[in-house]
């Protein structure tokens, strides 16, 4: 009896095992050499993520399939810091405790203006950190764990980097400006030099020079009131918006104070902490909003303008006309942006070896799939044709010059 007891608990120990393993399994988006990375880990990032962009860009998320787009990068990225953390510790990378609390305290400092109000609390910034952690379901003695290992991951990339990177002189500054410069004067014939010489090298510089137009072009720095309007929305709770904006505009007229009004009614709450102040480029901004800013005087409040994403009231606080811009001017950025390219190119290297190298598993799966799969048999099916139309070049050529050569040997 005794016996049948003990092979009735070991067969259910057994059943038992596989089925916390298959929980395991299910509860993991990927594995990077056995270690799993967490369903909750990536939905909590991915979350902030779409958080972000429904902030900054809620546009881009009424695209298509937008958040397998975003989840595949936050994926990516989370591989990409496991194996960077596998590797910190194959290096054996030492981390203090005063770093880990440095880290601590300058994360704490974030949160030291209230975002409801916009104003400086230093008092609540302890608590607006604890809700941060709360949110992202997050123990304070997990994150310090999470800390340690990021610091351990930069003392390893600064050892890599450093013995890697080449440092910036100043002629590549200089030669990296020269390029720029042929952009934006429209040098045609250093442009097409250029082309000819280095594509990719004219496409940076066209990039730069792009920026570089933005920052000394004219500019407009402006009060924002914003009011959202989703695609989804009636279109009566459309009317509502209209008609509170045209409220808004009336209170202003009637004496309230613009960064009052901003408080009060702004929906864009990254805006608070600037009472709604914000810098507009010529030509950026969506087209009724840019004819508006640019058109009305210093002090100015605008009527409520309407865009894709919903209504704005702006207040015309400064403006600035085009100025022209030297080497000097540009001489450090430029030195910065070439150093952040060669840490952000040996990175991506080194990463990459490090993935080579690693057993690496990915168990999610994405409504797009399917789409994905299907465009790679594709683009596949194509590289394959291409190539079998250049075997066949190939061979035709081949026997052209076999009969050429046995007719000159007929000749002799």
Do not use: C, W
Not at 40 to 61: I, N, R
Not at 73 to 96: D, T, W
Not at 128 to 149: D, E, H, I, T, V
Not at 233 to 261: H, N, T
């Amino acid at each position: 009896m005794k016996k049948a007891n003990k092979l009735f608990l070991a067969v259910l120990l057994a059943a038992v095992g596989v089925n916390l393993q298959a929980k395991v399994m299910e509860s993991s988006v990927a594995t990077v050499n056995g270690r799993p990375i967490l369903a909750s880990e990536y939905d909590a990032y991915l979350d902030g993520v779409v958080e972000q962009y429904q902030l900054a860009a809620p546009q881009f998320l009424q695209q298509p399939y937008a958040k397998d787009i975003l989840g595949r990068e936050v994926l990516k990225e989370l591989i990409s810091k496991e194996l960077l953390y596998q590797a910190a510790e194959e290096e054996k990378i030492q981390v203090k405790d005063s770093e880990i609390d440095a880290g601590v305290n300058e994360i704490k400092a974030r949160f030291i203006v209230d975002e409801t109000t916009g104003k400086p609390d230093e008092k609540g910034a302890e608590k607006r950190f604890n809700q941060a952690l709360k949110k992202q379901g997050m123990s304070f003695k997990a994150y310090k764990n999470k800390l340690s290992k990021d610091i351990a991951v930069r003392k390893l990339m600064e050892q890599k980097l450093q013995a890697t990177v080449k440092p910036v002189e100043e002629a590549d500054a200089k030669a990296l400006y020269a390029n720029v410069e042929a952009v934006m004067k429209n040098n045609t014939k250093k442009i097409k030099a250029l082309e000819k010489e280095d594509p990719a090298k004219l496409k940076e510089a066209q990039a730069i020079a792009a920026k570089l137009k933005q920052l000394t072009g004219e500019q407009v720095r402006i009060g924002h009131i914003y009011l959202a309007v989703t695609k989804d929305m009636k279109p009566e709770e459309v009317k509502k918006k209209e008609e509170l904006a045209k409220q808004i505009k009336k209170e202003i007229d009637g004496g309230m104070d613009f960064s009052e009004a901003v408080k009060k009614y702004t929906e864009d709450k990254n805006a608070l902490a600037s009472g709604g102040d914000m810098i507009l480029l010529k030509g950026v901004a969506p087209k009724a909003i840019d004819s508006k800013a640019f058109s009305l005087a210093v002090g100015k409040v605008s009527d409520p303008i309407k865009s894709d994403i919903g209504f704005h009231i702006i207040k015309i606080k400064e403006k600035r006309a085009e100025r022209s811009i030297s080497y000097d001017d540009v001489a450090r950025d430029l030195a910065q942006y070439i150093a952040q390219q060669r840490v952000q190119l040996a990175m991506a290297e080194y990463i990459e070896d490090l993935y080579n190298k690693a057993d690496v598993k990915v168990t999610i799966k994405y409504e797009s799939d399917p789409l994905l799969e299907e465009a790679q048999a594709k683009a596949a099916a194509k590289d394959a044709k291409a190539e079998a139309k250049k075997d066949t070049k190939a061979d035709a050529k081949k026997d052209a010059k076999a009969e050429e050569k046995a007719a000159e040997t007929d000749k002799k």
